[in-house]
């Protein structure tokens, strides 16, 4: 800890004291609201609020949110469920408590919670559905009428009131404004065949995203660019993925939006194979393919967990050790929306694809710990194609 925070520690000694002695009537904790991260903010507070919503008698935590806040809406939203003090008060605090074991009944314990608990926690905040919770309860967040009203006002101007649509996105580096290229990065226009195809099947589709340079390369009334026009805003996020059929997505925290509102998700570029456990409900994934450059051949996923290449986020690092990571094409983009819609049609019927695909899955289990409690599949049509990558 630095000088100013034990400045600040010394002007909050009385708030100190009375948790001391509000501890000896009532158990309470003490935990950060990961905040400048859209993902973070979404699905670990979600899940804590139905946990309590079932479990009444859970300890009572205090909260505190980061200096940054990815969406101001959400913010609101759980300011109204949750007990937050003031970031300048509890922080020192907090940091204090997490510097010196004799403090630490005053922080959520998660020594007895499973590994797959303690292997995913993010600044000891709870990331996974490991009690399917997720689909006990009701979604969380609710809009008043006043809300209801704008946001339908919105689908009414693009003509999407009343209508299905479904919600896209790309990660980008614009979003965080980033330095160095994230192989979790890649290009939006690659999917307007995507939504092209459902557009031909009734539906409609809007482009999600925020501070995003890179533009639509279509003109239809049935595409919307909205994460480049003048009507985006935090509120606006939130309610049209509460109002989509689905979304389609390349991995990335605004991503966890769709799990708010219990929405099915189609990931495709994914790369992080080591994260899915966070992914509860409908899922579906299609993986970046990776090349060995001397060769020119795509590498198996079994070399590629092996070699812990997945564990590299940086382009520019993965390029140096001889390596290349390959977008999904648009034509693969398109298959996969369809083999997912197809699903969704069928509810979701995946008992067969789950047992041709056991051999990758046992895989995943094998380097990275993770059984695929959440049923997540890989794309069918890619799998077929890529048969040779996956067994």
Known sequence: ??????????????????????????????????????????????????????????????????????????????SQKLLILPRQILEPIYILFRKYKFFSFFLVDFSKESDAVRRSLKENLKQIDDQNVLLRCEPSIKFSDKEKKYGDNYLKKIGFYNKKFVTFSSRSFSFHDE??????????????????????????????????????????????????????????????VSKCEFMLSTSSGLFELAVLFRKPRLIVNYFNIEGLEYYPLNLMIMLKKIKNLSTNKYVSFEEVYKKKLHHIDSVNEINNLGYETIENSEHEIKRATENFLHLIDNGFEIGPILKNQKKFWQNVEKYYGYKNKNKTIVCPDFYSNNINLFE
């Not at 589709?205 to 279509?218: A, F, H, T, Y």
């Open 179 to 240: 330095k160095v290229s994230s192989v979790r990065n890649s290009s939006i226009n690659n999917k307007i065949s995507a939504m092209k195809f459902l557009v031909s099947k009734g539906y409609k589709s809007i482009r999600m995203g925020k501070n995003e340079k890179e533009k639509l390369n279509i003109n239809d009334s049935s595409i919307i660019d909205y994460a480049t026009s003048s009507d985006r805003s935090d509120f606006l996020d939130v309610y049209l």
């Open 1 to 78: 800890m630095n000088y100013q925070i034990y400045i600040k520690l010394f002007f909050l000694t009385p708030i100190i004291f009375l948790f001391f002695i509000i501890k000896i009537f009532k158990d309470f904790r003490i935990n950060k609201i990961i905040s400048h991260k859209i993902g973070h903010f979404c699905s670990p507070i979600e899940i804590y609020i139905c946990e309590k919503k079932i479990d009444p008698n859970k300890i009572p935590i205090i909260w505190f949110m980061d200096k940054r806040i990815a969406n101001k809406f959400i913010k609101k939203q759980w």
